[in-house]
């Protein structure tokens, strides 16, 4: 089932440093592309949508898509210690499709 | 706002006998609804999508002779786990999907099981 496939499994990064993940879908369809974080114990929470190519930017988080290379990247600037969490990438077809989940990155960010 | 929830919020069952668990949409109208397992080591898997007056769409490794989905309306959806066994552990999350905001998935806290 695994259509998403993330990198890297872990990450750690110090406080106020910049975390990147990647995600690319093996399926050359995918036009939609979710990231989600997931704290311990908690279900996952949308942070970003990102549907067009180019660059997306909330405050701290940035996400990028190559449609051509069907690769997304989040990246997450001044990281603080409550970013720490599971990072989930999930891609769809279209915007009323399943919509598949990679096995995450865990970021741990260190004070 | 839209809130999704979810009962039972964990459950422990006998291996080999069932349990059902719920799905409500609060505050949207959810078109479709989605239910995951996220295991213990955390590979989150897509079981089947459901939409409200279509055919319920299992993916593979998932049946409905195992995992039987109800959805009646766009607020309430119930899936349940059938002869369950030790693979069958994990977290339920069950994502709504929102009509009007369709790059929207909610999840709700999900259904922990654990089976003995």
């Known amino acids: 089932q695994q259509k998403v496939q993330q990198s890297p499994e872990s990450l750690i990064v110090p406080e106020g440093g910049m975390a990147s993940l990647n995600c690319t879908s093996s399926d050359r369809n995918v036009d939609y592309f979710w990231w989600y974080r997931q704290h311990s114990g908690k279900s996952p929470k949308m942070l970003m949508s990102i549907f067009s190519n180019g660059e997306k930017e909330e405050g701290r988080f940035t996400v990028h898509l190559n449609k051509a290379s069907l690769h997304t990247s989040l990246h997450i600037r001044d990281s603080q210690p409550s970013d720490s969490a599971l990072y989930l990438c999930?891609?769809?077809?279209?915007?009323?499709?399943?919509?598949?989940f990679g096995d995450g990155t865990q970021l741990v960010v260190k004070p | 706002g839209a809130l999704v929830y979810q009962y039972p919020r964990r459950t422990i069952c006998k291996s080999g006998t069932s349990m059902r668990m719920e799905c409500q949409a609060v505050g949207f109208q959810a078109t479709s609804v989605a239910w995951y397992r996220q295991s213990p080591q955390k590979t989150f898997e897509l079981i089947a999508l459901?939409?409200?007056?279509?055919?319920?769409?299992?993916e593979q490794n998932f049946t409905q002779e195992k995992f039987p989905i109800s959805h009646p309306n766009l607020s309430f959806s119930s899936m349940t786990v059938l002869n369950a066994y030790l693979e069958d552990r994990g977290l339920y999350l069950c994502g709504a999907r929102d009509r009007d905001r369709a790059d929207t998935q909610y999840f709700g806290p999900g259904t922990r099981l654990l089976v003995l």
């Open positions: 999930a891609a769809s077809r279209n915007s009323n499709n399943r919509i598949f």
């Open positions: 459901s939409t409200v007056n279509s055919a319920i769409k299992y």
